[in-house]
């Protein structure tokens, strides 16, 4: 049974870094993905893996402040995020696994249990 242990989050002030933790499954030659969600509002990839190559891909509303990487070896992947804005205030998922659709499509097989992240300005 595939189980994805999500670590980091919290409290952070606009302008600060944050940095998520995802560990426990790496999938090989797959999509892997964070994804965020507000109350009331559905939930949004923000940066995506394809492992096969390592290349990424990033929502527009990210892009340029957030990465996402991969540690193979330890099968990690995380999210650094820098220069948060107050609308960074999300619950935070890991997602692995696409099974259909593109990968901002929420469409995953596996998913790790959330974290809060609060952005104060």
């Known amino acids: 049974q595939v189980q994805m242990m999500q670590s980091g989050g919290g409290a952070v002030e606009a302008g600060g870094s944050l940095t998520l933790s995802c560990a426990g499954y790496?999938?090989?030659?797959?999509?892997m993905a964070w994804c965020r969600q507000v109350p009331g509002k559905e939930r949004e990839a923000v940066a995506g893996?394809?492992?096969?190559?390592?290349?990424?891909m990033y929502a527009d509303s990210v892009k340029g402040r957030f990465t996402i990487t991969l540690d193979v070896a330890k099968k990690t992947f995380d999210l650094q995020m820098n220069n948060v804005k107050f609308e960074d205030t999300a619950m935070y998922y890991c997602?692995?696994?696409?099974?259909?659709?593109?990968?901002?499509?929420?469409?995953?097989?596996?998913w790790g249990q959330g974290t809060q992240v609060t952005v104060s300005s």
């Open positions: 790496i999938s090989t030659r797959e999509f």
């Open positions: 997602a692995a696994d696409l099974i259909d659709g593109t990968w901002d499509s929420q469409n995953y097989r596996y």
């Open positions: 893996i394809w492992t096969g190559n390592m290349g990424t």
